[in-house]
């Protein structure tokens, strides 16, 4: 419930979005100083190959070429690789045996081999990027082909390739939580185990705007100016600073206006690395941008692993041990902390909000010659849910019970909280139980035998399908705020987390418009800019309204308070005699009051300013939660599933905008159905070319794809903070893929046709259905 009509709660249409829609927007490709080049990236044509020359001569002489680098120019430019992190306490997991995980850290510009295809061999600058890309091509390099190793299971043959000599049978890390022995007992005990072998598909991130960047020298001092999409603008100048062996004073990174990140803009990439080299070297500004082929081939991916999981449950059908077994296959290269973000997520939400007692999760990474991988949106949590929320159907299905009852039996209730999960993860608040009735209400769950007969009248096979998730919010436990009042009557926050799409102005506006009782309108929001700014963690692990909001609320209070000592002077009343409401400083019991704004212009008479900083740190992630019902039907003459109805019931805690919240939603809902019925990235297994490597063959989701959700919310206050937020940003993706293929599990079951994996593309039913007959 808002407090007042732009405050916390109100449904404010997004301040930004003006701007945007009348082409206002200020993306990295639109910044266009005097005197800009441009850049173009020449790229491996092989997935695994050894450089044994290259000759840049040709290229150098070409018109308008002011620099070609390969990784031989870079020896005196940057300190190291790219850090993976993987051998950097906190993120050091190791092996079980004792060992280092792989080091497998990228350098900008492949060393003597290349190990993915589209990886990095040279970079040239020239005056327009028609010359840079014509004079790319003049590069002549000799390769020496060498095995590729694609799937999964080629990677783990002995015969195979070996890529990095520290992953020996090409396993980087291998990795175990849970109480193995508990979890043993647990399934000898058990009076039934389903079981189930999944595969979670790889995909593309494909962001809205491409990547892109735009690197300057100062001429004056030396210091590096870079704009950049990206999602903390002071973790880029942190991972930048490390690659150029600079101190992070000579960084200025600015974050312009940002089509996506989704997680994959979280780190740092080669092209920003070499856009600074390049433009120290030329002092001029240089400009790289992506083309989309690019994109699929240079953009950190995601997903991809193949799952083996186990619920044991009771004679009672109550689930009393999980165990997993999973590897993934995260590419050529180990990208920034990609081992420790997987683990952890992947594991610390394992057994969802359900009373499971025990479980053991094991997970190994495997190399291979594929693009590296790196978070995306819902990342570990949607693979730990999706898992799980399988496996109950799947028990269901075993036993006879019905998927909703089976699963309300098992939930955990107000009297188990605070509630340890098998993961790791402490579940401090929810209502599940209310939040799974919810959802069987709003997808009239119960009257589904009805509508299955009308679509088995067209022809049609009908399924339905529900999936409750959890997810761990909040990724780093800190987050910086400063809040300054002008006496001219303007509020500017300045903020350390990052907006790439997600309405931020507004959400930090309705946050200080009720807690300073100032105008909406008269608030400035500021992020992304490593000078103005002067620390932040960022926009990552849906954290931003609970992290960032937290810290502008403390803030605020400071402001309130250091606002109160000013006005007593004012009004010559004693400290305790003044209370402050709707933007005003008041003597009690009296009308002699000042506006927050008149205390700022006292402050500022004195040469000072009225501006406080906060920092707020938490313990611990929280966890948000919810509910999906996909109900759809499949034409068995080609296989294609069409979504008939989806209701979403989310805890995100307390909303600060309905609007936007529900935006969320929608839009994590559509790259949750796309992972679950459209997506993959596929390589040819003879020469290890992608064969989906743009829009024309890669299937992204379009609007006649998706259903128009049914959404409610259980707004279940989180009480680590004092706006009562968890997360919000992925939590539809996260429950989404499990829920769609549950629903088609359901509709090929009734013709007793074999369940189909990750992307459910018409082919995969098609066949599930032919080796039935029932098409």
């Not at 939580?177 to 009076?191: H, I, N, S």
Request: net charge negative; hydrophobic share 45%.
């Amino acid at each position: 419930m808002a407090t007042n009509e732009t405050g916390i709660g109100a449904s404010v249409p997004r301040k930004e979005d003006f701007r945007f829609l009348t082409g206002n927007g200020l993306f990295s490709d639109d910044i266009l100083a005097p005197g800009t080049l441009a850049a173009s990236v020449l790229r491996a044509p092989l997935p695994h190959a050894d450089i044994t020359s290259i000759d840049v001569e040709a290229a150098r002489a070409a018109p308008g070429v002011r620099l070609v680098l390969t990784s031989a120019d870079l020896e005196d430019e940057i300190a190291g690789p790219i850090p993976s992190f993987s051998k950097v306490p906190p993120f050091d997991i190791g092996r079980l045996d004792g060992g280092d995980a792989a080091e497998a850290s990228q350098y900008p510009l492949a060393r003597e081999r290349v190990r993915y295809l589209g990886e990095p061999v040279a970079f040239v600058v020239a005056d327009t990027l028609s010359q840079a890309q014509d004079a790319a091509e003049l590069i002549a390099v000799d390769y020496a082909p060498l095995q590729s190793v694609m799937e999964i299971e080629d990677a783990l043959e002995p015969s195979a390739a070996q890529i990095w000599p520290d992953a020996p049978g090409n396993v980087s890390f291998d990795w175990a939580t849970g109480d193995e022995a508990a979890t043993d007992a647990a399934f000898a005990a058990a009076a039934h185990v389903s079981r189930l072998r999944l595969v979670n598909n790889r995909v593309v991130i494909n962001f809205m705007e491409p990547r892109a960047a735009v690197a300057r020298c100062d001429a004056a001092d030396g210091r590096l100016i870079l704009q950049v999409g990206c999602q903390s603008a002071h973790g880029m100048r942190a991972g930048l600073a490390m690659v150029l062996g600079v101190d992070e004073e000579q960084l200025h990174v600015i974050v312009p206006d940002t089509g996506g990140g989704f997680g994959a803009r979280g780190g740092v990439y080669a092209e920003f690395v070499l856009a600074l080299v390049a433009a120290r070297r030329l002092q001029m500004p240089v400009k790289w941008t992506a083309n989309r082929s690019e994109a699929f081939l240079s953009d950190n991916q995601a997903r991809d692993h193949i799952f083996d999981g186990e619920l044991a449950l009771d004679e009672e059908g109550r689930f009393i041990g999980l165990r997993v077994r999973g590897d993934w296959r995260h590419g050529a290269y180990l990208a920034n902390r990609s081992i420790w973000v997987m683990t952890h997520y992947v594991s610390q939400i394992l057994g969802g909000p359900y009373r499971i007692p025990t479980g053991h999760l094991a997970l190994r990474g495997v190399v291979s010659n594929t693009t590296p991988q790196g978070a995306y949106r819902g990342i570990g949590r949607l693979e730990s849910n999706y898992i799980l929320e399988r496996l109950i159907d799947q028990a269901a299905v075993d036993t006879g019970v019905d998927p909703a009852s089976l699963r309300r039996r098992n939930l955990l209730d107000a009297g188990d909280l605070p509630w340890g999960m098998v993961g790791g993860a402490v579940v401090t608040s929810g209502d599940f139980t209310a939040n799974l009735d919810r959802a069987v209400e709003l997808s009239g769950w119960q009257e589904a035998a009805a509508r299955r007969a009308a679509a088995e009248a067209e022809g049609r096979l009908h399924g339905i399908g529900m999936a409750m998730y959890t997810e761990n919010d909040g990724a780093t436990p800190t987050e910086f705020a400063e809040i300054a009042v002008a006496g001219d009557g303007r509020v500017t926050a300045m903020l350390g987390t990052q907006d790439f799409g997600m309405g931020h102005a507004t959400m930090y506006s309705q946050i200080l418009s009720e807690k300073l009782g100032v105008r909406f309108e008269d608030i400035d929001v500021v992020y992304g800019d490593s000078d103005r700014v002067r620390r932040g963690a960022g926009s990552y692990g849906s954290r931003s309204a609970r992290m960032g909001g937290t810290a502008a609320f403390m803030g605020a209070e400071k402001v309130i308070e250091r606002g109160r000592e000013a006005a007593a002077d004012l009004l010559e009343s004693a400290i305790g005699d003044i209370e402050f409401a709707d933007g005003r400083f008041t003597i009690v019991g009296t009308d002699r009051s000042v506006t927050l704004y008149d205390v700022a212009a006292d402050i500022e008479k004195a040469g000072e300013k009225l501006a406080e900083e906060a920092d707020f740190n938490v313990q611990a992630e929280v966890i948000s939660n919810g509910v999906h019902v996909c109900e759809l039907t499949v034409d068995p003459a080609d296989g294609s599933v069409r979504i008939e109805n989806y209701s979403i019931v989310a805890d995100v805690g307390r909303i600060v905008n309905p609007i936007i919240v529900l935006g969320q939603m929608h839009g994590g809902l559509a790259q949750g159905i796309g992972q679950a019925l459209l997506e993959r990235i596929v390589y040819d297994q003879d020469n290890g070319q992608t064969l989906t490597g743009s829009l024309m063959d890669y299937c992204l989701p379009r609007a006649d794809d998706l259903p128009r959700p049914m959404v409610a919310f259980n707004e279940v206050i989180e009480k680590d903070n004092p706006i009562g937020a968890k997360g919000a940003g992925e939590s539809a993706t996260t429950g989404a893929p499990s829920a769609v293929m549950n629903a088609l599990a359901d509709a090929l079951s009734r013709v007793g046709a074999e369940p189909v994996d990750m992307p459910a593309t018409p082919e995969k039913v098609w066949r599930s259905l032919r080796a039935v007959g029932a098409n």
